[in-house]
């Protein structure tokens, strides 16, 4: 089975502190993508990556950062927590790319982050 | 203009009826669309892909793409009561998936 593990599903932090999300796939999938999801705003692109050490910004990159140095592994940085990131984040991977060929993406099951 | 733009909802029907589920998108380019289903506390995940103007039916499915209009559409067929869940729309952009905000859909018994 396809499985994306993301490791926290719920995070309390304060403002501030660096937080670290990390999103695990085991289907050897090339792309790995972050998104944030609010209500009323559906789920936005954060970044990217279509390879090992590669990243590419989404539509909102700023007060983020992200890391992969393994191919199964993908994570997001937030460097200095604020109340505006507080938000369901969740990790996906694809097999061809941006959606995949068929438009697939695999999710995980998302971590909520309150900032306080 | 958001470059996918869905109905927020809710939207209600009765079991057995059929629930239409609509989608506009901005750019005229776009080649692929994606309706993804998401239930309440849980991740989204694809049930029908369209590329092609028409329809295309899976169970009790349909999706309708007309890209004059630039509108894309979900048909659900004899509603169910678990077919309770937000419908997110997606469309490939610039090798991008951007999903609209979605529309949530409740089937009452």
């Known amino acids: 089975d396809v499985k994306v593990t993301q490791s926290s599903r719920y995070l309390v932090k304060r403002t501030g502190e660096k937080v670290f999300l990390e999103c695990v796939q085991d289907?050897?999938?090339?792309?790995m993508f972050w998104y944030r999801q609010d209500p009323g705003l559906g789920l936005r692109l954060i970044y990217f990556s279509y390879d090992v050490k590669m990243k590419e910004k989404g539509d909102i990159p700023e007060g983020y950062s992200v890391s992969r140095e393994k191919k199964e592994r993908f994570s997001l940085i937030l460097e200095s927590a604020s109340t505006n990131q507080t938000s369901m984040y969740l990790c996906a991977s694809s097999l061809f790319g941006a959606g995949g060929a068929d438009g697939e993406l695999f999710f995980g099951e998302g971590s909520r982050l309150t900032v306080l | 203009q958001k470059e996918v733009e869905q109905n927020s909802g809710p939207l209600s029907v009765p079991e057995g009826a059929i629930a239409s589920l609509n989608c506009t998108y901005s750019d005229r380019g776009s080649q692929s669309f994606f309706w993804y289903r998401q239930y309440s506390g849980k991740s989204p995940e694809l049930i029908m892909s369209i590329y092609s103007n028409g329809d295309k039916e899976d169970g009790r499915f349909t999706a309708q793409l007309n890209k004059a209009s630039q509108y894309v559409s979900l048909l659900i067929r004899d509603s169910q009561p678990s077919d309770s869940a937000t419908y997110l729309c997606a469309v490939r952009h610039t090798g991008k998936l951007i999903f609209g905000q979605g529309t949530t859909l409740q089937v009452k018994p």
């Open positions: 289907m050897d999938h090339e792309n």
